[in-house]
């Protein structure tokens, strides 16, 4: 069973995001995955799956599409019809006592029918990281296509 305390640290080219723990994801090594070597297209990398292949995207520090990055690793949301990811460069469980979350609702519209792609922060010394939402966020990524 998975601590609702604890938070995935994500670095995406250069920058930190935390997604919940509760949300159920994979992790894979890049020499694990399919990579698309065209220069079109949102996907990264392919995870072969029995039911086809799960879309890895390539993403900036801003979370828009940006295949340019130098990444290590891709996490895989579960998500139906088929697992969503994002190729990163690090992926760390944080133990529940090295975090301190404090939620919130942004302002405006949400950008996804799930809702907002955050639902809080943590402050550290070195700034604010925002967790992710696994619903909106799992949104997003369906929403960028091929």
Known sequence: MTDSGTYLRLEIAGANYLLPSTAGFTIEQRENLTL???AAGNI???????????PAYGLGGDL???RRGAW???VFLDAAPHAVGIALN????LPRLETSV????????PPTR?????SGAWLTDKGVVLVLEPKAL????QGLGE
């Open 72 to 74: 290590q690793r891709a």
């Open 36 to 38: 698309n070597d065209s």
């Open 114 to 118: 799930a809702g907002h792609l955050f």
């Open 102 to 109: 404090a939620r919130f609702t942004p302002m405006g519209p």
């Open 64 to 66: 828009r599409v940006d």
């Open 90 to 93: 690090e992926a760390q469980l």
């Open 44 to 54: 990264a990398a392919w995870r072969p799956a029995k039911n086809g292949r799960w």
């Open 138 to 141: 799992i949104a997003y990524l």
